[in-house]
């Protein structure tokens, strides 16, 4: 799970950044909404992030995306440029590097990794493990301009043999993570393993509105062997009153379909997939989702995770996902459906709000540090702007044909 995500220099965010799943002391359904990682830490189990049109609030979530490929991505080849843009509206930060920096658990184990890069290569990169209560480095990599190379250090910590510590440092390109390296080298298990496992396996890609996600549904349903995961579907379609009694996927030559089964007062009638509404099949793969979140442990990053779905629905979505989750999943999504703001199952300290100030940076706020007083609805002091600034228009009688003239 993670504990801190902090960004720096990264799309519209330039000053420094940080998303925290370390619950405040509210007591609000707190055996719902925490999982404790190691004895005496407890972290969220979500966080909502809302934010205007271009302020930022996907940006947060691409670069925990982006983090991910850093991590995984082995094939990167030399010379390669790595695929993103820093803060670019002002000359300084655009030829500054960026950093990034996670702090995360496995196995009741606290980790912190940091990274520093621009578009060219990576200037730093270490990892930190707490065995105990003080950091204990696993690795220290540091670029040398004047060799072009990267110096790697490992400590004895890290586990790795005298020969695959020789065969990361020959495969560590500049612009290649040590975490990616391990990842396509033929090494031991150690703890750098596992950590690249945690971020190919455990963090998954970000769900984005124009996700398909019926595709997404088909590319689980294949593996689902046991019945395990249609049954799960089933239940949720059939308790958020889709009328559904039941689907199959039907093989052709060439496409894969899911044909949907409905009970109706003059009897059983079946429905192609293009038939069904655009809100039934993205909900179809939020059950994908929730499924590997109620018993995986899984980071879900999901863009916008109102889309297509009624207000309702997706907070009934939330609710089942708190009740029956006990494994040390996380779901990050940004959303812009304020009802949620409302709700009293709704904790404070898992609601963030990006905003932008006049030089066009993200600022992301918390709002269970934001002292609204306990009594007062988040809901009434968001639309009151309150807490962040709501888009400013001006008024719907615009002269279009002023400039012509």
């Known amino acids: 799970m993670i504990a801190l995500f902090t960004v720096k220099n990264f799309s519209s965010i330039k000053e420094e950044q940080t998303l925290s799943f370390i619950p405040s002391k509210d007591d609000t359904m707190r055996e719902y909404y925490c999982k404790e990682v190691a ?35 082995g094939e990167q080849k030399k010379g390669d440029a790595i695929p993103f843009k820093p803060f670019l509206l002002d000359e300084e930060s655009a030829s500054k590097p960026s950093e990034f920096s996670l702090t995360f658990y496995i196995n009741k184990e606290r980790y912190k990794l940091n990274i520093v890069f621009d578009r060219k290569k990576i200037y730093s990169e270490d990892l930190q493990v707490y065995i105990t209560n003080r950091p204990s480095l696993l690795f220290h990599r540091e670029y040398n301009e004047k060799a072009d190379v990267s110096a790697i250090t490992f400590s004895d910590q890290c586990g790795l043999k005298k020969t695959s510590r020789q065969m990361i440092e020959g495969l560590a390109l500049n612009n290649r993570s040590v975490i990616a390296t391990v990842g396509l080298s033929n090494v031991e298990r150690t703890r750098l393993t596992k950590v690249f496992d945690y971020f190919n396996v455990s963090l998954k890609e970000t769900l984005l509105p124009e996700t398909s996600m019926l595709e997404y549904v088909k590319k689980y349903f294949e593996k689902d062997n ?14 958020s009153d889709f009328n559904i009694d039941n689907f199959k996927l039907l093989h052709n030559e060439s496409t894969e379909e899911f044909v949907f089964s409905h009970k109706t ?67 990050i999504a940004t959303t812009h459906d304020i009802h949620l703001l409302d709700e009293s199952f709704i904790r404070r300290d898992i609601i963030w709000f990006t905003d932008k100030n006049s030089n066009g940076e993200t600022q992301l706020l918390r709002l269970s540090s934001m002292g609204l007083h306990k009594n007062l609805s988040p809901y009434n002091a968001y639309i009151q702007e309150k807490l962040v600034n709501l888009p400013f228009t001006e008024s719907p009688f615009i002269n279009f044909e002023e400039d012509e003239k």
């Open 39 to 73: 004895p005496g830490v407890e972290l969220l189990k979500i966080g909502l992030i809302y934010g205007s049109n271009a302020s930022g609030k996907s940006n947060l979530i691409k670069a925990l995306s982006f983090l991910r490929f850093l991590m995984i991505n």
């Open 226 to 239: 046991s019945g395990k995961l249609r049954k799960f579907i089933l239940k949720l379609l059939k308790a």
């Open 265 to 331: 007062d003059t009897g059983d009638r079946e429905l192609q997939e293009e038939d069904e509404s655009r809100g039934t099949q993205r909900y179809m793969g939020m059950a994908v989702v929730l499924n590997s979140l109620v018993f995986n442990n899984v980071i879900i990053p999901f863009d916008e995770i109102e889309t297509s779905v009624h207000y309702e629905l997706l907070a009934y979505y939330l609710k089942v996902f708190l009740a029956n989750s006990k494994s040390e999943s996380q779901l």
